[in-house]
């Protein structure tokens, strides 16, 4: 890895904000210095908001009622992939990007 990339990539990890996955503009990131229970920060134009990966439930924020509802449906198809990346991050391991609905 060259030293420019692996600075870019020491800061993405430094600021703890790897976006995972993207779809229909919404960006889907988890931050590795995060507090249980176990979410995602879904991010719409202005809208932000903490989803349970348990449920796809926003449990802090506010998102626009169709991104709420296309961010739950890829919650609940993605399940074992969010835990992953959600032990992983714990772990302060490099996070897996995962399809977006788009891609699916």
């Keep these: ?45 202005e809208h932000e908001a903490n989803i349970a990966i348990a449920t796809g439930e926003v449990i802090n924020g506010r998102l626009p009622t169709t991104a709420a509802r296309l961010v739950k449906q890829w919650t609940l198809a993605h399940q074992a992939e ?5 032990e992983r991050a714990r772990a302060k391991l490099p996070l897996e990007r995962i399809a977006g609905l788009d891609a699916d």
């Design 1 to 45: 890895m060259s030293g420019t990339l692996r600075a870019v990539c020491n800061l993405c990890y430094m600021r703890g904000m790897p976006t995972i996955a993207w779809f229909y503009g919404i960006a889907i990131r988890m931050y590795f210095k995060d507090h249980p229970p176990p979410h995602f920060e879904a991010v719409y134009g």
């Design 82 to 86: 969010l835990r992953s990346n959600w």
